[in-house]
C-alpha cells in the first residue's frame, strides 16, 4: 500500500564543479591531474503535493570508471553528457515511494536503456556500466537527501518498515545453498544500531606519491601540506595505509609493499592494505607476492587486514577462481561490486568481502551491504577522492553499515582547498587528526549537510529542469 511519505521527484538542477590536483593520482596505467565534481538539487514532490529539495553530487573520475586508451577529454565530455541526460530524466521520472524503491526502480527500468540509447547515438567505445551508475549516483543521493529533507528526519533513520512499502525480498535474492532469507527484512535491520562519530581513516599512498626525500623532484608543491609519507603520517596521526600497486610489475610491486610497510613499522601505523585496481590476470601473481612477504617480512605480512580488486572488474566476462588468494588475505570486491548480483557471483568465485561506494548509488550500496552481511562477508567503504558534499554520504555509509575497519578518504590529500568551504562546517570531516576522521557536526535532517551554512558559490547550471 502507497505510504503518505512516498516521493517522486519534479525537477533538477545540475552544476558542473571543476577541481585541479595539487599532486597527481595515479588510477591503474593512467593519471589524474583534475577531476569534475556534479553537483545536484533534486526537487521532489511527496503524496499531498508538499515540495522538498535534495542536494547530491559525485566525482566523476573518468580513469576510475572507464580505464581505456581512448582519450581522456572524449571520455570526460561522455560523462558530463550523459550526466545532463540523466537530469532531464530525473526530473520527469513519474515513479513514487520511499527512496530506495524509486531509485532502485530508475536504476533497473531506466539506465540501462539511457546507457544503451546514448552508446549507439554515440557509437565507437561504449561507456561502461560503472560509468553510468557514476552519472547516476549524485540523484540517487540527492532524493536520499530530499526525502530526509521533507521529513525532518536523518536519512539513516528511514530505511526501515514505517517508511518502506517493499521489503529486501522484494530485490535481493540469496544465495544458493544458504539459509538466508529477506522476508519482512529491510535494510535497517542490518544497519549500525547507534552511529559512532569517528571512524579511522585510510591514508592513499598512490603510486606516484614519494616516500622519502630521496623521492622529491623538486616539481611538489610547496603550499604548507605534507608531501612526504612520514610527514603525513606525523601530521595527521595515521594508523591506516592503503597502498596502490601497479598489478603487472612484480618486483615493483613487491619493492613497493616493503618501502612503504618500513616507513609504516617505523612511525607505528598499524595496518595496511594492498591495492591492485584491476590488473592483475592470475592469481598467482598475488599469491606468490604474499607468500614472499610472508615469508621475508612476516611483520608486513601480519599487517595486510586485506587485499582489494586485484582482477578485472567485469566479474561475468573474467570469472577467475580467487579462493586461493582470499585463503591467504581477505579479498574485496571494489570495481566489480556494481550491484548485489555481481557481489553474489563474486562471491561464488571466492571473493571474501565488499568495498561500497556511495558513487555506485546510495540505494545500490544499501541494498549491496544487506546482501553481503547476510551471507556472512565483511564491509569497506572506500573513497573516489570525494571532496565537498560528496564527502559526507561517504562517511556517513561507513558509520552506518559497520566496516571491517574505518574509511578511505583522501580528498585531503590530492585537492585540501577544494573543501575549504565545507571545512569551515565540519572541520572533523575535511582534516584527519589521531589518524581519524570526526563526524559530530552532522546533524539535521537528509544527510546533515547543513547546506545553508556553508558559503560556496555555485556556478550557472549546466541543466535546469525545475
Known sequence: MPKPTDIRPVGATLYFLPIKTRVPLKFGPEITTSVTCARVKLTVADRAGKIGEGWGETPLSVQWVWPSTLGYEVRHAALRAFTELLAKEWAKFDSSGHPIEVGHDFEEHVLPTLLKAFNESRGGEPMPWLAALVCCSLFDLALHDAFGQLLGRPVYETYGQEFMIRDLASYLTRADGTAVSFASKFPSDFLVARRGNELRAWHLVGGLDPLKKRDLTGTEPADGYPVILSDWISRDGL????????????????????????????????????????????????????????????????????????????????????????????????????????????????????????????????????????????????????????????????????????????????????????????????????????????????????????????????????
Request: charge should be negative.
Open 239 to 466: 594508523t591506516c595505509l592503503k597502498i596502490k600497486l601497479r598489478g603487472n610489475d612484480p618486483i615493483w610491486d613487491y619493492e613497493r609493499l616493503v618501502a612503504v610497510g618500513e616507513i609504516a613499522v617505523g612511525h607505528d601505523v598499524e595496518w595496511l592494505t594492498a591495492d591492485f585496481n584491476c590488473t592483475v590476470s592470475d592469481p598467482a601473481y598475488v599469491n606468490e607476492m604474499l607468500d614472499r612477504l610472508r615469508d621475508e617480512h612476516p611483520r608486513l605480512y601480519g599487517m595486510i587486514l586485506y587485499v582489494e580488486q586485484p582482477f578485472p572488474y567485469e566479474l561475468e566476462h573474467h570469472r577467475i577462481d580467487v579462493h586461493s588468494v582470499s585463503a591467504r588475505k581477505p579479498l574485496f570486491l571494489d570495481e566489480s561490486a556494481h550491484d548485489w548480483r555481481m557481489i553474489k557471483l563474486g562471491r561464488e568465485l571466492g571473493w571474501t568481502g565488499v568495498a561500497l561506494k556511495t558513487c555506485k548509488t546510495q540505494t545500490g550500496a544499501l541494498l549491496s551491504a544487506c546482501w553481503a552481511k547476510a551471507h556472512g562477508m565483511t564491509l569497506m567503504v572506500q573513497d573516489l577522492t570525494n571532496p565537498m558534499l560528496a564527502q559526507i554520504p561517504h562517511t556517513l555509509l561507513a558509520a552506518h553499515v559497520g566496516t571491517i575497519m574505518g574509511v578511505e578518504t583522501n580528498a585531503m590529500q590530492f585537492y585540501p582547498d577544494a573543501s575549504a568551504a565545507e571545512t569551515a562546517i565540519h572541520p572533523g570531516l575535511y582534516q584527519r587528526q589521531r589518524g581519524k576522521v570526526n563526524l559530530s557536526t552532522l546533524t539535521g535532517p537528509g544527510f546533515g549537510y547543513r547546506l545553508a551554512e556553508i558559503q560556496r558559490p555555485l556556478p550557472d547550471p549546466a541543466i535546469d529542469c525545475q
